[in-house]
């Protein structure tokens, strides 16, 4: 079964503290995404990166960067120099490659609220 | 371009009523999930519509239920509302079936008493 964990329930930093918010996975499928999401307060969650199975390539986009290691089945999430903004709630999902007849369903994490304090 | 839009945003109702809930996707998407949130389950996907029929559905009971019309917009209706619906529902449009970018709605707000 696909199971993703995101261990952290909430983290709190200084504004321009750097953060790591923890993703574990876990699926039987070789071929997979792996998402990270934002949810604001205002309720609508903001797709942040998408990344596939077959690339182990870090990723930076300004202040964030992502960690994926299949080998630990781990997909971590880093910001740097965090921001009163960046406060919201992360979601890491987890979703089977599409094909014909497959089951586009996300499997998400229960997500970890991110609180940076002025 | 427009985001997806849900309505309402905010709904209580009672024990036992039902209720329907309104997405509009992006234009030009043609692919509709819903998705209820709750503190204790987290996200889980209810249903994925495509050209106005039920593609891939969740582990939810039959009262929930959903339809999606000519035009892309999708409704989903709960009947026999008990208080564990209490939830933040989000519809998320794509362009298609194949597409992974998924557009959130802000969601709606549905309080069971």
């Known amino acids: 079964a696909q199971k993703v964990t995101q261990a952290q329930t909430e983290i709190s930093v200084v504004e321009k503290e750097d953060v790591t918010l923890d993703c574990v996975y876990e699926t039987r499928d070789t071929t997979y995404y792996l998402f990270w999401y934002k949810q604001p307060p205002s309720g609508e969650l903001v797709f942040l990166i998408r990344?596939?199975?077959?690339d182990e390539q870090n990723e930076i986009s300004g202040r964030y960067s992502w960690n994926f290691q299949k080998s630990t089945s781990s997909f971590n999430f880093t910001i740097t120099a965090s921001q009163v903004v960046d406060s919201a709630v992360y979601f890491c999902?987890?979703?089977?490659?599409?094909?014909?007849?497959?089951?586009?369903?996300?499997?998400w994490g229960l997500g970890t609220s991110l609180a940076v304090n002025p | 371009k427009a985001g997806v839009t849900q309505t309402p945003r905010y709904l209580i109702k009672t024990r036992g009523q039902q209720v329907t809930l309104s997405c509009s996707p992006i234009?030009?998407?043609?692919?509709v999930s819903w998705y209820q949130q709750t503190p204790g389950q987290g996200l889980q996907f209810l249903f994925e519509?495509?050209?106005?029929?039920?593609?891939n559905k969740g582990n939810f009971p039959g009262r929930f239920s959903g339809r999606q019309f000519s035009n892309s917009r999708s409704e989903m209706n709960v009947s026999t509302l008990e208080l564990g619906d209490s939830a933040l529902y989000l519809c998320a449009s794509s362009l298609d079936r194949f597409s992974y970018e998924q557009y959130f709605g802000p969601g709606t707000r549905l309080t069971v008493t």
């Open positions: 999902a987890l979703s089977e490659m599409l094909r014909a007849g497959n089951n586009r369903k996300l499997i």
């Open positions: 990344r596939n199975s077959f």
């Open positions: 234009s030009g998407h043609r692919s």
């Open positions: 519509y495509f050209s106005e029929t039920q593609r």
